[in-house]
């Protein structure tokens, strides 16, 4: 089950002429995470046909899902099987450790 997201300013409905027809989401790796993907950016957009999860987010920029230890989707954990919409915010950070 989703938990409600707080949605972000100018993201409701279908605004601007450039984002492909079924929106899109935009993916922020850290923590290294970057240099585990086919092309090593630190940001993309993705379009929402090719992402509607954040686990299908992770395969389609290369990420091997269980890489992203902590998933915020605009600002509220998140899991890998979280259902994505148009103009989310995704941060992936790698698993971290210490003591």
């Not at 957009?45 to 999860?53: H, I, K």
Request: proline share 5%; with cysteine.
């Amino acid at each position: 089950m989703d938990e409600a997201r707080p949605e972000r300013p100018g993201t409701a409905g279908a605004a601007g002429g450039s984002a492909p027809a079924g929106g899109v989401v935009t993916a922020h790796l850290f923590a290294g995470l970057e240099t585990l993907t086919r092309d090593g950016r630190a940001e993309r957009t993705v379009s929402l046909a090719r992402a509607p999860t954040v686990a299908a987010l992770c395969d389609a920029i290369g990420l091997v899902r269980e890489a992203a230890g902590l998933v915020l989707v605009n600002g509220v954990h998140g899991h890998l099987t979280t259902a994505l919409h148009d103009g989310d915010e995704v941060s992936l950070f790698a698993p971290v450790g210490g003591g």
